[in-house]
């Protein structure tokens, strides 16, 4: 599965941003997807996680209720919609395709990565 992230860029904070991941070479309808990020200086985190039938959500604390994730199978493609953005948004995002055995809550082993995409969300 190749994995292809967009959508991100400059926003105030308080603004919003959907990011997409956009599969090839593979269906993703059996896999779960998820939305990692890394900020300068910092580890990477998993930031939200969708089953293959889109009925399962996990996300981190600091996202509940701003951020939403979903999918279309039929077009291969995974959303971030981030809403009430803050500064400390500000990271690369990745999106991640892994089996769901490999994952619990969204948590565990992803087989396949994306290339990133920069938001920045400036104050």
């Known amino acids: 599965v190749q994995l292809q992230a967009s959508g991100g860029g400059l926003v105030q904070a308080g603004g919003s941003l959907r990011l997409s991941c956009a599969a090839s070479?593979?269906?993703?309808?059996?896999?779960?997807m998820g939305w990692f990020r890394q900020a300068p200086g910092k580890e990477r985190e998993f930031v939200a996680s969708v089953t293959w039938s889109g009925e399962s959500t996990n996300y981190v604390d600091s996202a509940k209720g701003r951020f939403t994730i979903s999918r279309d199978n039929t077009k291969s493609t995974v959303y971030l919609q981030m809403n009430s953005l803050k500064p400390e948004d500000t990271a690369v995002y990745y999106c991640?395709?892994?089996?769901?055995?490999?994952?619990?809550?969204?948590?565990?082993?992803?087989?396949?990565w994306g290339q990133g995409t920069l938001v920045t969300v400036s104050s």
């Open positions: 991640a395709a892994a089996l769901p055995f490999r994952v619990l809550r969204g948590r565990g082993t992803y087989d396949f």
């Open positions: 070479g593979r269906t993703i309808s059996g896999y779960v």
